[in-house]
């Protein structure tokens, strides 16, 4: 029994292997596979990175918003007009900070009586895209 199973064994590591490498089609078919799906791939990221931002200006519009009717309920005023930035964030009248924009975004503030309008911008990839809210309609409005 031995002696067979030590004959077998033997047999198969004298076997000869067939172990050729891949051809120079079957390498440009993977090729050429792999380049269809990233000329696919690519444009949907880049949308997905321009969606990101543009949802990003959208929140810090809303953010602001927020922030600018906190400080009328504490204050009785709200905070005055101007250009708030991650350096500069919406503060309220005894200096506390109601709010931060994220770093690629420039919130522009207009204050008129009861009134004010907020616009904010992307500096980054959304360069171009704007929210704007207006508190005497309480409506948002968008532009590419």
């Keep these: 029994m031995l002696h067979w199973f030590g004959k077998r064994l033997r047999h198969i590591q004298e076997v000869k292997r067939d172990e050729r490498g891949f051809t120079l089609i079957e390498l440009l078919v993977v090729v050429i596979i792999i380049g269809i799906l990233a000329a696919i791939a690519i444009p949907v990221f880049l949308s ?10 959208q929140s810090d519009v809303r953010n602001s918003v ?9 204050d009785g005023a709200y905070p ?3 250009a708030y930035t991650n350096s500069a964030p919406i503060k309220d009248a005894k200096s506390n900070i109601l709010f931060t924009p994220s770093d690629t975004v420039t919130i522009v503030t207009t204050v008129s009586g009861n009134t004010f309008t907020i616009k904010g911008t992307g500096t980054g990839t959304s360069s171009g895209f704007s929210d704007t809210f207006d508190s005497s309609t309480g409506k948002y409005t968008l532009s590419p």
């Design 80 to 82: 005055a007009g101007g």
């Design 66 to 74: 927020t922030a600018y009717v906190t400080a009328q309920a504490q």
């Design 48 to 57: 997905q990175r321009t969606k990101a931002a543009e949802a990003k200006v």
